[in-house]
Each structure stands twice: as structure tokens, then as C-alpha cells.
């Protein structure tokens, strides 16, 4: 059994609901499908769930709101036109929404109620599109899917008890078409995920299933091994560890957003990344234990807007608690740090640079100065952070050397270098002006 | 005015002590020495302080103590004939420590006072041997000289008021020599700095004197940029920072305790590493700020006994404060760290072997397990660290990626790498078993 989720551009139109039909019924193990709610279909069009954030926006405010209303009509008019679908449909999903733009909610619920009737409608047209096509599929409530959440709007966390409920789904032979990105409390209330959560939807419902695959179909052929708008044309990664998967997504790949892959990390089921536009080709997929791959670099990952924050103190190494000190101060403030590499007495921390406001920067440093008494402190700002990525480069030898090497060809000095002992990935920091060059000369000496 | 402190070696015997005398009247400047006790004469000899120590615990459990006493005036006896200066100061050395003996004192401050008498007869012995050849010299008790120390008995402090004190040195044209390694309190109570404390006497004298250079006499010409007990006959380093020869020293340098150079780094007064033994050799020179020196590389440390706690958890890096709570629990343990390189799921701490008994690694596991609810613990034993050092690193590229095929050339696999913003150092983790092949092939790259 496989759960197959659909994103925004592969339900945009009509068009690509019918490329979801063929999948679909390519193979009769995809039984679970869960769909976010129509994204653009070119790059000036708008994403259905952004029409619906507009026009509670215009409730909210107590605005007439027909018109973000019609828009967000017609793109379902749309769609349902272009599947043959009777326009009987159309009054359902419209009387569904106006419905709840009526009903007696709190301001809260109905917004997002409002938000999550993108993917609840398309999940509707599916399921009537595949039963015209003879399909024996049912839409399905994700609150009768056993998705039981947090109360947490707009980031909601799944319960524990969910996961039986939905493994009860196996008992039927029907096809699901599940509305990704909302489910219920045990009060029966609606909540939604943060943004992007119909992945997370889909891994839950796979996690719960105990499935034999989650496939995410998408719009690319699969993960690159490096940004494609640095390098062209780069080669495609076909298998990556969850762990690689993390860390390369940290770095600046964003098929996946991180907590989304967590259910069916904990549930060990393997992620599939696919083309709907490309069904054969083969994607990328994600498992959890490494194979033998070869090439110990799996991906590289750069990312700008870093920052240092650079403490030196004679004889540092000898105060116990220094560190920790220094942690407790961030942590005051809110900010969270990536990595902090160290000398015998010096300490850099590594963060994101828009966490660092002015006013937090001297106030930062104040303490830093008064708690800690440091010799020097500076902050340096510009930074980017680059990694190189994959399991394999545990066993191999000379994996440094190559990617040093690499900087030093694309006369890039190394700032700062982090290689913890799971040796997953390896971290060099670099002034930003220096990140295209260098990330170009990696690629050539790891993947040419 | 240079202050010379002359090391255990240098004042083992009466050849020794001509030597220093050469040595101080060769240069008018050296106008404050600060002698050790004597030390070994050859490698089976014994140190006078540990005779002195023996001495001491033969009188604390009540044992007849005329054999450790006749030791160690033995000592003083062949130095003294040695010298040619009369046997009267023998009796003179031998009263002052049978009064020690005998005085009304509490036992830890005996005790101390025994310790100490070492430095103490050899400043005697050596001014007025100095006086004998007609030098304007005088034995200065720590106390005249100005020392005064926190009630720390075995690791006292300097206390601040010490400095203006010690600066009136200047006004005399004699030549003082002062016992290192101990001080008074200010109700005038003896107490030592920790072992090895001359070499803290002498950087706190030469700073308060605001020296114009510290002189450190030892036995060997200068500081060897790598272990010579690893690679054969390897190059001396001519000039070092602060800095630099503080992250030599973590790696297993043992020229200095780096404790003994905190006076002198704060008051910026150079220090020079010379031999007795070899007074024309040039030395070593510490001073603050780096020159151009060409190398980026001043030298290679290396130390085994270290090992790394590693601790993964996905999403860890969204979790504010998860590395501060792990390092709070290895403080709450008593457990000191030297560094923490990271992935972004995981961290790895790394301490040296010794502080974590198997009891206490069970409890900390433990702790992690159930405070923090990791996907992953593990440790890992037999790490070596391998440094390579040199402030002018920061603006050579190329310098990593020479290091890591270093280590691909000696077929080591490096587990870690930690280089932070300073770029003084570049630490490198791997197993205790690669450590001489890596350190040899290091030399090899950057000075061969």
C-alpha cells in the first residue's frame, strides 16, 4: 500500500488532474491519495490557498468579499469544466465555502477554515473525477481519516492516538482522496498545519498506514545534488538518507520542508520524490539506513545570511562553563544558533544573520562583556554557509582534502570548518562573495 | 631590565649555577632572577623539591626524619663545595630548615614552608655565589620582593597590589635573586603557587617590573614545531604569539603551564625561551602580536587520550537551548569540554577520556536520554587531537586543503574538524592509532 500526495502545481488545472488520474491508476497500490489545494499554473498565477487568505482577509475586515469569492470560484469552475464534471460540483463546493464564511465560528476557526477549503474542494473534484472514470474512490474527511490535532492553529501537532485510527483505513479497498494541510481536535474543532502542510498530511497518513511508500509528487524529475540556479544541469540525486535528506534541506534545498518528513521518519517509510509531469522517471528517494552509493558526497547545500559572533579569552578552555554561558545569554534573547566551532580559547557562534537586530547586537555584546570578560569579541556578517553531505564520507578517506582543495582551486579563503563525528556532513563557512565560485568548484571535483 | 628565571636543570649543581652566573653578567640588563630548586642532575636523580616533599611527609606521620633531612642538605653541600663559598652557608641553609621544622606553624603551612625552602636555599646559594665573583647581587625574600598571594595554600593567586609593589624593584642598581614558587599572604602566611610555579613567579616579577623581556631558561635551544619524540630533528620555532603558543601547549607542548604566562600576556611583555646549556642559541620569542613569517603553519600539536559524546535528534537544531542543556549536564557532572562540533541534527562533544569514569558516563547517558529523549547516543574512546597552529593561517588559502591531503597521504581518516573564526588553530579528530603517521606527514606538507 502507497500513499501518493499531490502538490500544489500537479492539481493546478485540469490538465494535471488528469496526469494525478493516470498515476493513480497506473498502479493499484496507490491507495491513499492526499492533495493540497491548486498552486499556480505559470509564474504569474496566484495559489488558490492565497485567494482564500485574501478574501477571509476581506471578512475579517468586514469588507464586501464577493469578488475574492468569485475568484476563488472560478478557478474550481475552472478545473471542473475542463473534467467534464457536472457543474452540479461547482454549487456543492460553493455553498460549501459560503457555508462557512455564515456559520457561527469564532473569528479564528473560520479563517482557518477558510484557508483549508483549498485542499478540502480539490480533494472533492478528485474523488468525483475518479469515480467519472470509473474509479471506486471517496473523498474523505481527514477528521473521518482519524487526523486528531493539537489546538494549535496554524500549527498544529498530530496526536499520538491518530495513528491507530488511521491504520483502521487499511480494512477498505476503496481509493481515499484526503484534503491535506487540516485535520480536527478531539473536540472536533478545525486546525491547519503551518504553511506547506499537506506533506505533512501525507506523512502522517503513510506513518499511520504503515505503507510501504510515500510518493510526493511534485514538479521536478528530482533532487538535484546542487542548486540548479549555481550549476547548470546537475546531476540528479536518485537515493538519500533521511539524515542527508536534513541536512541538505538546511542548507538551501527546499523540496521538503524538515518537520513534514518526521511521521514517517519515526514509522521508517520511505519517501519517494516524484515528477507528476514525468511519472517515469525514476525520482529521488529517501530511505532510512545508507547504501553503498560510490561517491561519498551526496549533495551540496550552500546558504547566505550568516553571521559570527567571535569570543576569545585567555585560558577559556579552563573555565568551566564558558560556553555554556555564553549559550545562556543567546538563549535570553531568543536567538538560536547552527554550529560553534572553537579554538583552545576562542569560540565562534554561528547564527542567522536576521536574528541579530542592532539593538540585540550591542545589547548581546553588553553582556558578553560584563558576565563573561572576555579578551575580545567581534561580530562578522556576510557569512555563507556551505555543506557537503552524505553518509559514505564516514568510511572514506581523503573526502576533506578533495573539498578543501576544491576552495582553494576557487581561491576561497575557509573561514570557519565544522566536522562533527557522525561525519554526515561537513560545514566550511566563507564570506558570501566567494559562495557561487566555490560551490561550482565542489561540484567539479565531486560530481564530474 | 630583563627578568631571568632559571629552571629546575639549569641550578642542578654547582657547574650549572657557573654557567647562570656567565649568563647574568654577560648581559647588564638582567637585573632580576627568579631561580627554581634544584633539579635532576641526569635522569635517574631525583628533584630537590620531591626530596623536600618526602621530607615533609616523613615529619607529618611522626617518623624520624634525619635521613630525608641529611638528603637534602647533601644537595646544598656538593653545590656549595662545588662553588667554592664556605661551608658556613651549608650550616646557615641547614638552620633555616631545621627553624621550619621545628616552629610553632600548623601543619599545612609547614608543609608549604618545607616545599618551599628549595627555591628559597638555592636564592642563597646563587647570590652569594654571585657576590663571590664580585657582582653587586642580594637573596630577595618573596615577601620584600613584593609577592603577595590569596590564601590558596598549593594554588595561590597574585593579588593585584602585588605589581606596584614588585615596581619599586626598579629604584635599586643591585642584582636581586628571588626564590620562585612562593609567596605570602597579606597577614604574611607562606603559600605556593601550583607545581612548576617558579615559571609563575617570574612572569608575575617581570610584569610588575613592566620588563622590558621575560626570559625563560631551560635546557633546550627553543620550542620544536612538532613533537620531537614523533619526527626526528624537527625545526625550532623562532617566534610564536601568545596565542599561538597557548594552542601548542592544549596539544601537548609541555615547555610552559600556560597559567605561568598570564601576567606577562597582560602586560604584554615578550617572553624568550632560552637554554642554559646554550646561551648564544637564539631562542624562541612569545610576544603578542604576530609577525609575517611566511609559513601560516608555526607548528603541529598533537595529544591522545581524548574522546567524543555524540548525540543526534532530528529537528535538534530547531530545538532553542539543546546544546546548552547537554552542556549544562556535563557541568552539573564536574565535566569540562574542549570542543563541540556539530551537524545540524547532531553534536558531538568532545572531552578528554580521563573525566568520564564509567560511572559517570552511565549517568550522563542516562540523563541525556531522559532530559533530552535523543534518537541517538553513543561515545566513542581512543581519539587523538591533532592541531596545526599559526595566527597568519587567516589569510592563506589553500592551508586546509594542504592539511587534509596530509592526512589522506598518511591514509588517516579524519573523524572530526573544528576551525573557528579566529583561524589561530585548525583541530583535527582522529583515531589514537593514526596519530604519529598523521603528524609525521603534516611536517612533511608544511615544513619539509
Redesign the interface.
Known amino acids: 500500500m502507497k500513499v501518493a500526495k499531490f502538490g500544489g502545481s500537479s492539481v493546478a488545472s485540469a490538465e494535471q488532474l488528469k496526469k494525478v488520474a493516470c498515476i493513480i491508476q497506473d498502479d493499484p497500490a496507490r491507495r491513499v491519495i492526499v492533495v493540497s489545494a491548486p498552486g499556480k499554473r505559470n509564474s504569474e498565477d496566484v495559489k488558490v490557498t492565497d485567494l482564500l487568505i485574501n478574501l477571509g482577509n476581506a471578512y475579517q475586515v468586514g469588507k464586501d468579499y464577493q469578488y475574492e469569492l468569485e475568484r476563488v470560484l472560478h478557478r474550481y469552475q475552472i478545473i471542473i469544466a475542463g473534467l467534464q464534471l457536472s457543474s452540479e460540483l461547482v454549487n456543492t463546493i460553493s455553498q460549501d465555502l459560503v457555508q462557512v464564511l455564515e456559520k457561527d465560528y469564532d473569528i479564528e476557526t473560520k479563517l482557518e477554515a477558510i484557508k483549508a477549503s483549498g485542499e478540502d474542494s480539490l480533494a472533492k473534484i478528485l474523488s468525483t473525477y475518479l469515480i467519472s472514470l470509473g474509479i471506486d474512490a471517496r473523498y474523505l474527511n481527514p477528521q473521518d481519516a482519524g487526523i486528531i490535532l493539537s489546538d494549535q492553529p496554524g500549527s498544529a501537532q498530530i496526536l499520538p492516538e491518530s495513528f491507530e485510527k488511521i491504520y483502521k483505513l487499511r480494512k477498505s479497498n476503496q481509493i481515499f482522496v484526503i484534503p491535506g494541510f487540516f485535520g480536527y481536535t478531539p473536540e472536533g474543532k478545525l486546525v491547519t498545519f503551518s504553511r506547506g502542510g499537506s506533506d505533512i498530511t501525507g506523512s502522517i497518513v503513510a506513518a499511520g498506514l504503515k505503507a510501504e511508500l510515500y510518493e510526493n509528487f511534485t514538479d521536478v524529475d528530482s533532487v538535484y545534488c546542487v542548486n540548479p540556479q549555481i550549476v547548470d544541469q546537475p546531476k540528479e540525486i536518485t537515493s538519500l538518507t533521511?539524515?542527508e535528506m536534513?541536512?541538505l534541506a538546511?542548507g538551501g534545498f527546499s523540496v521538503f520542508h524538515?518537520?513534514a518528513l518526521?511521521p514517517a521518519?519515526k514509522a521508517k517509510i520511505p519517501v519517494c520524490i516524484k515528477n507528476t509531469n514525468n511519472p517515469n522517471a525514476l525520482g529521488t528517494i529517501i530511505v532510512s539506513e545508507k547504501e553503498v552509493r560510490g561517491n561519498p558526497v551526496v549533495g551540496i547545500a550552500s546558504d547566505k545570511g550568516f553571521m559570527?559572533l567571535?569570543v576569545?579569552k585567555?585560558?577559556m578552555?579552563?573555565e568551566?562553563?564558558f560556553?555554556?554561558r555564553l549559550?545562556?545569554i543567546l538563549?535570553d534573547e531568543?536567538i538560536?544558533?547552527?554550529?560553534?566551532?572553537?579554538?583552545?580559547?576562542?569560540?565562534?557562534v554561528v547564527l542567522r544573520e536576521k536574528q541579530m537586530t542592532p539593538e540585540k547586537e550591542s545589547f548581546v555584546i553588553e553582556r558578553i562583556n560584563n558576565e563573561l570578560h572576555p579578551d575580545l569579541v567581534y561580530i562578522?556578517r556576510g557569512l555563507a554557509l556551505i555543506m557537503i553531505v552524505g553518509e559514505e564520507m564516514?568510511?572514506?578517506?581523503?573526502t576533506?582534502?578533495k573539498?578543501?582543495?576544491a576552495?582553494?582551486d576557487a581561491?576561497?579563503?575557509?573561514?570557519?570548518?565544522?566536522?562533527?563525528?557522525?561525519?554526515?556532513?561537513?560545514?566550511f563557512?566563507i564570506k558570501e562573495e566567494g559562495v557561487e565560485r566555490a560551490v561550482r568548484s565542489l561540484y567539479n571535483a565531486f560530481f564530474r
Chains 1, 2 share one sequence.
Open positions: 533521511y539524515k536534513r541536512e538546511y524538515a518537520e518526521i521518519f559570527s567571535y576569545s585567555y585560558l578552555n579552563r568551566v562553563g560556553g555554556r549559550l545562556n538563549e531568543g538560536s544558533y547552527e554550529h560553534t566551532p572553537s579554538g583552545i580559547d576562542d569560540l565562534s562578522e564516514h568510511s572514506h578517506i581523503g576533506a582534502a573539498a578543501t582543495q576552495f582553494a581561491k576561497v579563503n575557509i573561514e570557519m570548518i565544522n566536522q562533527g563525528s557522525s561525519e554526515v556532513s561537513v560545514m563557512g
